[in-house]
């Protein structure tokens, strides 16, 4: 089994979006068809700071990572929010998962930025094993107005 971490290019659309459904489904989570069409745009736009890698075993898209760089009023250099990390079930269990925070972790820091955060659900179990073994939990609560 050959596994490459690297960015999807924009010609990969087709392999993303099973991947990014599955994600929305996951949370059960719906978006407007131009939600989709305009964060993909995103991706690809080199002024824009979000960005995505993808996990890719024996050359198949099987995973994804979608995270945004950010201002901070504690920093100099900026932050990564990881937003979106999802991998195929029939990948599950090969350490996907994991090789992608890295890869973040990794372009994060050649990029300066200074930290890497993110947010799952407290009930979300499975995640939240792997999560405790490569980062630390900030004992922070995430409060929300939708507007």
């Given at each position: 089994?050959?596994?490459?971490?690297?960015?999807?290019?924009?010609?990969?659309?087709?392999?993303?979006?099973?991947?990014?459904?599955?994600?929305?489904?996951f949370?059960?989570?719906?978006?407007?068809?131009?939600?989709?069409?305009?964060?993909?745009?995103?991706?690809?736009?080199?002024?824009?700071?979000?960005?995505?890698?993808?996990?890719?075993?024996?050359?198949?898209?099987?995973?994804?990572?979608?995270?945004?760089?950010?201002?901070?009023?504690?920093?100099?250099?900026?932050?990564?929010?990881?937003?979106d990390?999802?991998?195929?079930?029939?990948?599950?269990?090969?350490?996907?998962?994991?090789?992608?925070?890295?890869?973040?972790?990794?372009?994060?820091?050649a990029?300066?930025?200074?930290?890497?955060?993110?947010?799952?659900?407290?009930?979300?179990?499975?995640?939240?094993?792997?999560?405790?073994?490569?980062?630390?939990d900030?004992?922070?609560?995430?409060?929300r107005?939708?507007?």
């Amino acid at each position: 089994m050959a596994v490459e971490i690297r960015s999807v290019g924009p010609d990969e659309r087709a392999a993303w979006e099973p991947l990014w459904a599955g994600y929305l489904a996951f949370y059960k989570a719906t978006l407007a068809p131009e939600v989709s069409d305009v964060t993909w745009a995103r991706f690809h736009d080199p002024a824009e700071p979000m960005h995505l890698l993808g996990a890719y075993v024996d050359g198949k898209l099987t995973g994804i990572v979608q995270f945004i760089y950010h201002r901070s009023c504690w920093t100099v250099g900026n932050y990564c929010y990881l937003q979106d990390l999802f991998v195929a079930d029939s990948a599950r269990g090969l350490g996907l998962g994991r090789k992608l925070i890295e890869a973040v972790y990794a372009r994060a820091k050649a990029d300066g930025c200074s930290r890497v955060h993110w947010l799952t659900q407290t009930g979300n179990a499975t995640a939240r094993l792997l999560y405790d073994r490569i980062a630390e939990d900030s004992g922070f609560m995430q409060y929300r107005k939708i507007l």
